[in-house]
Every structure is written in C-alpha cells, then in structure tokens.
Antibody, heavy 119, light 107 residues
Framework: QMQLQESGPGLVKPSETLSLACTVSGGSINGYHWGWIRQSPGKGLEWIGLINLSGPTYYNPSLWGRATISADTSQNQFSLKLTSVTAADTAVYYC?????????????WGQGTLVTVSS | DIQLTQSPSFLSASVGDRVTITCRASQGTNNYLAWYQQKPGNAPRLLIYAASTLQSGVPSRFSGSGSGTEFTLTISSLQPEDFASYYCQQLYSYPLTFGGGTKVEIK
C-alpha cells in the first residue's frame, strides 16, 4: 500500500520561502497525479495545487503565483515551494495522491506537517 | 471557481441516529464530487467518490447521493467512531474546492 510522508521545516520566517517534500513509498509516483492541500488551525481544507507528471501543473489562483510544485521521479517524491510567506500561511500541509481518471479523487494522504510562519 | 456550501456546519447527534449532510455546488460538477472524513489530528480519509461510490474499506452505513448541484452524505446509523468533521470536494474544474465542513458531535 502506497504511503506518503511530508517533510520540511516546521518554522519559516515571514517573507521567506516555505519548502516541503512528499516522499512516496510502496509504489512509483508515475501513474498518478499528486497534490498539496493545507488546513489553517481550526479551519477547513484548501487545495494548493496539483502536478501531472506528464502534463500541466495546476495552482490555486488564491495563492497569487507564490506556489510551485515539482517532482523528482528518481527520488519518488514531489515538492512544494511557497514564496513570500506570511502568518496567513501557517497551516498543516498535506500531500495527497489523486487518481488518474476523469474527476479523480484523493485516495491517499500524508499525515500532514505543521508549518508555522513566525519571526 | 465552483463554490461548495455545506450544511449544516455543525450537527449534534446520538449514536444510532441517521445523519444527512448536504453539499451544494454553485454550478454543475458532472458528479465529480468526493466526501472525506477527518478526525482531530488526522489527515482526511476518502469515504465516497463520484458522488455515490463507496471507497473500499469504508463501512456500508456511509452513502452518497445526488446529482447536478446538490449532493448528500448519509450515515444510516451513527457510530461512536463517526464523530468527526466531514468535507465535500469538487473535482470537476480547477481550482479544486472543498466545502466548509460539517462537524458531527455527540449529543
């Protein structure tokens, strides 16, 4: 069974870049789409973006172009960079696997990692 | 963007109750709608996809229905482990969006 694990700094300073990685084990990242979702403390879920390894990458316009998702198939992982962070970016960040069918759903998730933006 | 409005946002119920949560979309989603359960400190767990298909391993007391712009998640007989938050998500168009969530608490 495929497992996902987020990693990265738990504390980022305002105006700096948040960098997270999601390592996939138990299978290849090829053949799926991969996404990032976040959840601010006590709030709901917000989709950040999605990478299609053989196609385009999609982002939530609400992030105003600050997010970049990339993948490293040799490491079986994908990454998120979010620039110019503010306190509003403090959240638990999840990586997820999306099935590659029309209207595909997120059927596997990492456990999540809390990132706090503070000086 | 497709906006998803969940109702109620909070629900108090007893073990054994039948519970229904509604998700209304601001436009059609071609039934590309999923439901997730989230317990405190845990990642969301997929329950239902394509509006009405039960994910493998999910108890049959969970069901999804609806089409067009109105969808429902029903728990036929609420169990102690079902007290959690529930979210709908549309997967029809980008940006993918979630409903605001429904918290189900013990009465």
């Amino acid at each position: 069974q495929m497992q996902l694990q987020e990693s990265g700094p738990g504390l980022v300073k305002p105006s700096e870049t948040l960098s997270l990685a999601c390592t996939v084990s138990g299978g290849s990242i090829n053949g799926y789409h991969w996404g990032w979702i976040r959840q601010s403390p006590g709030k709901g879920l917000e989709w950040i973006g999605l990478i299609n390894l053989s196609g385009p990458t999609y982002y939530n316009p609400s992030l105003w172009g600050r997010a970049t998702i990339s993948a490293d198939t040799s490491q079986n992982q994908f990454s998120l960079k979010l620039t110019s962070v503010t306190a509003a970016d403090t959240a638990v960040y999840y990586c997820g696997r999306r099935t590659v069918v029309a209207g595909g759903w997120f059927d596997a998730w990492g456990q999540g990692t809390l990132v706090t933006v503070s000086s | 963007d497709i906006q998803l409005t969940q109702s109620p946002s909070f629900l108090s119920a007893s073990v054994g109750d039948r519970v229904t949560i509604t998700c209304r979309a601001s436009q059609g989603t071609n039934n590309y709608l999923a439901w997730y359960q989230q317990k405190p400190g845990n990642a969301p767990r997929l329950l239902i996809y394509a509006a009405s298909t039960l994910q493998s391993g999910v108890p049959s007391r969970f069901s999804g229905s609806g089409s067009g712009t109105e969808f429902t998640l029903t728990i036929s007989s609420l169990q102690p482990e079902d007290f959690a938050s529930y979210y709908c998500q549309q997967l029809y168009s980008y940006p993918l969006t979630f409903g605001g969530g429904t918290k189900v608490e013990i009465k």
